[in-house]
């Protein structure tokens, strides 16, 4: 089993709707990150949060701590926002990122 | 762009050959980190330096794999008599560090991808 699941592996949505990115660990962390992939390979970091929500512009990003689940939300979805959602979790003792497998969002006009 | 640069963008070579790749951090960045990343899958950690000194190694990374850090500032990542398994993004990030210890997010460069034919 990973140490971080995320769901659905793929997504298609039309523009304008509300999407949810799921992601659920099973190690002890210190914080999570959310970052996007474009095609090419480069990765931006999203959000970095330990506790609680986070909101820039259309994007939310909340975590539960004691569930040891996060979500990732996306308000008025656009197509510029096709790309994949990443969700990484801080461990060990270098705190390098585990990350999960990546979620492939397509959104469609 | 995010500050951190790497070198080549792009690699093909034929099984058996070496290739080292090279990765340029923002400047006051004492930390970073190597990763790499097959297709579908999310990148896994490589290794990590906090300055010159290679602090931490994973299994992944084996005896054909060799990283370094002379000066503290770029990085290079070496490996030798290359397989096709070896095909991957080879992804780098640096961060600071914060006198308070607080966590501080690791920016990443564009990746290099590498093809062993």
């Known amino acids: 089993k990973n140490e971080v699941e995320q769901s659905p592996q793929n997504l298609t949505a039309q523009e304008g709707e509300f999407i949810t990115i799921n992601c659920s660990y099973s190690?002890?962390?210190?914080?999570l990150h959310w970052l996007q992939q474009h095609p090419g390979g480069g990765i931006v970091s999203l959000f970095m949060?330990?506790?609680g929500k986070k909101k820039h512009g259309r994007l939310i990003a909340t975590i539960n701590i004691q569930e040891k689940h996060s979500s990732l939300h996306i308000t008025a979805s656009h197509p510029r926002d096709s790309a994949v959602y990443i969700c990484?979790?801080?461990?060990?003792?270098?705190?390098?990122?585990?990350f999960g497998s990546g979620t492939q969002l397509t959104v469609l006009p | 762009d995010t500050g951190v640069s790497q070198d080549p963008r792009h690699k093909i070579t034929k099984r058996g050959q070496n290739v080292t790749f090279r990765c340029d951090p923002i400047s006051e960045h004492n930390r970073l980190y190597w990763y790499r990343q097959t297709l579908g899958q999310g990148p896994e950690f490589l290794t990590y330096f906090q300055n010159e000194a290679q602090l931490e190694k994973s299994r992944l990374l084996s005896d054909r794999f060799s990283a370094e850090r002379p000066k503290g500032s770029f990085s290079t990542l070496e490996i030798q008599r290359t397989e096709q398994g070896d095909s991957a993004m080879y992804l780098c990030?640096?961060?600071?560090?914060?006198?308070?210890?607080?966590?501080?997010?690791?920016?990443f460069g564009p990746g290099t991808r590498l093809t062993v034919l």
């Open positions: 990030a640096s961060r600071s560090a914060k006198t308070s210890g607080a966590y501080n997010e690791q920016f």
């Open positions: 990484a979790v801080l461990s060990g003792s270098a705190r390098q990122l585990t």
């Open positions: 949060l330990s506790s």
């Open positions: 190690v002890g962390i210190s914080a």
